[in-house]
């Protein structure tokens, strides 16, 4: 204990200066553990001092989220879009006063082009029918839906919350990679089985899972299970499997992905299927899995990265007279609780253009009717929702979207297992904060709402469903005196049905189809 110290304790009082000789000692403490270690020059150069840059730094989102950006800045979303979520489920207005505060003459600026006589669209003739003449139990969906996010990202509460929500507002929930869960059941909702490459509740192993027939069919069978859906790759991280640290991997988890428990290790998927390694061999499992689901909707989902892969993948469908119930365009600005930067940030086309190319494939095989399209990236308000409908999509998915409404606050710590809202970690005091029914029913409100909305655009272009929705009623700004309809932006959604077979398509559409050219200026073209 230094004079200083005790000559203050002395004038103190004995608490008092218990209590500063305390601080004394701590001050020295940290001060000497600084200049004796060897891994931060800024520490030991400057002791004491320099732990204050590493808490500034620490605290830097939350400062700039709450103090320093615009509502329109931040990302992955802006406060303007997390708002609309957020008024949406708690049930109070999101209205907005005096205009827009957009600039309408920006480069890129959007609108749904509306009608002189405008209708009312019904919300019954809007939902989508998925399911081939091969498919013996159809189902009937929302153009809204949750999407692909895994028990083991999310907490058990917040699983929960998203099934039961479903069951409310009738739409469907995509259980992610991390298979069908205790409370995926519970909630009771639609779910859309999620297949990854790690087979989580239809494969054995450890090392190398792999897929298990018997299994499969016990879990496919179950009476809310609506659909199954073969992960190729998701848009956050295409080419590269799941990834859940071992820290997240709770006994329930353990159960639903069947894994051992305690875990060895972090629960990595790998990046490719074992089942299969052909375009052929896809389309035969994806048969196989609708036989052993009883002839429930299947389908794949995928990341477009070559052009000329997607047109295999099609050209398979030719051939074999097989096709999918559905196909899922996730694009590369998707979300993800955990991926390397380098695919988050640069691997995987963006949905637009990997959603436009299916749909111009699909259409040019003679195949787009028997094929529902699916698409998911960045989907969140009503016009995001028309917007991708006038890009080819028959269903829209959002992720995120339906996270906000459950309550997150983009504090982007999903991969910490510290998610302040109890949605994306396994501590079990922080998901205790996120109460079901109330969470619940702010997801399915936020659902009503964003479809309500969506749907009185559509009857603002002049129609009674949804399905209506084409390329030329959503507009583009592509320069400053230059506007383009989406069929102008993006020619190949018009692509007749059957040209890539009679050879008659758009020559560079065509060309990729015949492996002679992979990327086509049309973007270019059209700007």
């Known amino acids: 204990m230094t004079a200083g110290s005790l000559a203050v304790g ?7 200066g218990a209590a500063c000789a305390a601080v004394t ?7 000497v553990d600084d200049m004796r270690q060897e891994s931060h020059t800024l520490r030991r150069n400057f002791p004491l001092l320099g732990n204050v840059r590493y808490l500034l730094e620490s605290i830097r989102p939350e400062i700039r989220q709450y103090f320093i950006e615009g509502d329109s800045e931040a990302t992955p979303f802006d406060r303007q879009h997390r708002s609309i979520a957020y008024q949406r489920g708690k049930g109070v ?13 920006e480069v890129n600026y959007e609108y749904a082009a509306q009608s002189l006589w405008p209708k009312e669209a019904c919300h019954e ?7 081939g003449a091969a498919c013996s139990q159809p189902y009937s969906a929302s153009i809204f839906n949750v999407s692909a996010m895994s028990y083991g990202a999310l907490s058990a509460n917040a699983i929960l919350a998203l099934s039961t929500a479903a069951a409310k507002g009738d739409f469907y929930h995509n259980t992610g990679e ?5 409370y995926h059941h519970q909630g009771g909702g639609a779910l859309v089985w999620n297949v990854g490459t790690g087979y989580f509740g239809c494969g054995t192993g450890t090392e190398k899972r792999v897929f298990d027939p018997v299994m499969f069919q016990e879990n496919a069978t179950r009476p809310n299970c609506a659909m199954v859906e073969l992960k190729l790759s998701q848009g956050a991280k295409p080419a590269h499997g799941g990834m859940l640290p071992a820290a997240k991997i709770s006994p329930a988890i353990a159960e639903a992905r069947g894994l051992p428990y305690p875990p060895t290790g972090d629960c990595n998927s790998p990046a490719t299927h074992s089942a299969f390694d052909s375009p052929e061999g896809l389309l035969v499992f994806l048969a196989k899995l609708r036989e052993l689901s009883g002839g429930k909707p299947v389908g794949f989902k995928l990341c477009v990265g070559k052009p000329e892969e997607a047109a295999a993948l099609v050209k398979a469908m030719v051939t074999t007279q097989i096709t999918p119930d559905f196909i899922t365009v996730d694009g590369g600005e998707g979300g993800t609780g955990a991926a390397p930067p380098e695919f988050t940030n640069s691997v995987g086309m963006p949905m637009a253009e990997g959603l436009t190319l299916i749909h111009a494939l699909l259409r040019g095989a003679g195949l787009r009717d028997q094929v529902k399209l699916i698409a998911a990236g960045k989907v969140l308000t009503a016009f995001s929702v028309v917007r991708t409908l006038a890009m080819g999509a028959d269903v829209t ?27 994306t970690t396994q501590d079990a005091d922080l998901m205790a904060g996120l109460v079901v029914p109330d969470k619940a029913t702010r997801v399915a409100r936020f659902h009503a709402k964003t479809v309500s909305v969506a749907l009185e655009i559509v009857g603002a272009m002049g129609y009674e469903s949804a399905n209506q929705v084409s390329g030329k009623d959503v507009v583009r700004r592509m320069r400053s005196h230059g506007l383009r309809t989406f069929d102008e932006v ?5 692509t007749p049905s059957g040209a890539l077979l009679e050879g008659s398509a ?11 050219q992979l990327f086509d200026p049309m973007w270019e073209r059209a700007a």
């Open 93 to 105: 207005t999101d209205n907005i006063p005096f205009g827009t505060r957009r600039d309408v003459y």
């Open 178 to 182: 991390g298979g069908m869960s205790r």
């Open 397 to 423: 998915n959002s992720a995120r979207g339906m996270l906000f409404a459950l309550g997150c606050i983009q504090s982007l710590k999903c991969h910490t297992n510290k998610c302040p809202t109890g949605i």
């Open 506 to 516: 758009d020559p560079h559409l065509q060309a990729i189809w015949e492996g002679r």
């Open 25 to 31: 000692a701590a001050y020295w403490k940290v001060g």
């Open 125 to 131: 003739k809007s939902r989508v029918t998925i399911g």
């Open 10 to 16: 002395y004038f103190l009082g004995p608490v008092e």
């Open 490 to 494: 993006y020619p190949w959604i018009t």
